[in-house]
């Protein structure tokens, strides 16, 4: 006898009118405040490093051209080093293990939270120098440069033209894993953002070629990134999701190898090479130690919120502080300091740069206008 269609092995069908289960509730995600702690401190490395290298221009990367502004700008300028790493570490974590994307549109929509910002400001930066007179080149040959990753005028926009295909691969390789382990039919993939990750990276082989057989002045295509920016990736996301490390005073061990890194930094910008590479395993060691002594380390309930706005806001602040720290230097830098002044000098451009710079990011964020200006 065949078993009718409306029942189950288990017994009798259910009601056609009965509930289904609801669908399970999405894992909670523990908000990790040490995380925002490491955007804050990298952020204002960032600045460090910026201000640090503006002084060791300013003595035209000689000590003998001002001993004071020198030495206090590359202290400063190794001090920030580990900085970009750590943006790199934390942007892996959050890829792979923080917050990974579901799918391919939700990848999309977070690169275009990248991308609007980055044209938004590249067009401002390309303004404000025509408006000082700074610009090497016309506005729209600077702007039509810019579409293919040139750095001029604002050069630390080099990040984002590195991170975004960093996240893209990251996201991308955590979806095809997913897929593959899930079983989700092909159109489910992401194949978009395959093709795009293909684009990219046969784009600059291409432009060569096109530049070499037509004779056309194409520009450098810079969308793409270094071994050493994924390694420091896929490691910080390794590292971020450990469940713990040595607390209390033994985190501060981690310290040591920081400092005698920096050191040595210091040592290899003033008689090897300025600047030093990220790919430096003296950069990686900063970084290594600024990374775990803050690892899971407790932020004290008071200080949250404010700590959350901060980290919220860094990615803008992030994005205009060249702009405040070029009007600051060119007033205040000078190559005939004596060394006390231009470390006090140093730190108060820091200070007042990265003050101007998140109190710009925070109002623009009670405006609404973190979609176009981070």
């Known amino acids: 006898m065949t078993m009718p269609s409306s029942v189950s092995p288990a017994g009798p ?3 056609a009118h009965a509930p289904q289960p609801a669908p399970e509730p999405r894992p909670h995600r523990e908000h990790r405040y040490d995380v ?3 955007r804050l401190i990298c952020s204002v490395g960032v600045i460090l490093c910026h201000t640090g290298s503006a002084f060791v221009n300013a003595a035209g990367r000689e000590a003998a051209n001002g001993p004071g502004t020198y030495w206090a700008g590359l202290v400063a300028d190794s001090a920030g080093r580990f900085a970009v790493p750590l943006f790199f570490a934390m942007a892996g974590w959050v890829v792979l293990a923080g917050a990974p994307v579901r799918d391919g549109r939700q990848l999309w929509r977070r690169i275009v939270r990248i ?12 303004a404000w120098g025509r408006l000082r007179g700074t610009n090497d080149a016309p506005a729209g040959d600077l702007a039509f440069d810019a579409l293919f990753a040139s750095i001029r005028p604002a050069y630390h926009l080099w990040y984002l033209y590195a991170y975004i295909p960093v996240i893209m691969l990251l996201g991308f390789a955590a979806l095809v894993k997913s897929g593959v382990t899930s079983g989700v039919t092909s159109g489910k993939r992401p194949w978009g953002t395959g093709i795009a990750l293909l684009a990219l990276g046969a784009a600059p082989t291409l432009f060569g070629d096109l530049a070499r057989t037509t004779d056309l002045d194409l520009p450098r295509f810079g969308w793409g990134f270094g071994p050493y920016q994924l390694i420091y990736a896929v490691l910080g996301a390794l590292v971020l999701a450990l469940p713990s490390v040595p607390s209390g005073r033994r985190r501060l061990w981690w310290l040591l190898p920081a400092v005698a890194a920096l050191a040595a930094i210091v040592a290899y910008q003033h008689r090897v090479h300025y600047t030093i590479p990220y790919a430096s395993v003296l950069v990686a060691l900063l970084g290594a130690g600024v ?14 919120p404010a700590l959350t706005r901060l980290a919220g806001a860094s990615f803008g602040a992030y994005m205009i502080h060249v ?3 070029g009007v600051l230097t060119d007033v205040l830098v000078d190559t005939d300091l004596s060394l006390p002044v231009a470390a006090a000098l140093v730190i108060g451009v820091t200070a007042a740069t990265a003050a101007v710079s998140f109190g710009a990011a925070l109002l623009w964020t009670r405006l609404g206008l973190t979609r176009f200006l981070g």
């Open 115 to 126: 991308v609007v910002p980055l044209a938004v400001w590249s067009v401002l930066y390309i």
């Open 323 to 325: 702009l405040v720290l």
């Open 13 to 15: 069908a259910a009601p």
């Open 291 to 304: 990374l775990f002594s803050l690892h899971r380390v407790r932020v004290p309930d008071r200080l949250r």
């Open 36 to 38: 925002d702690l490491l």
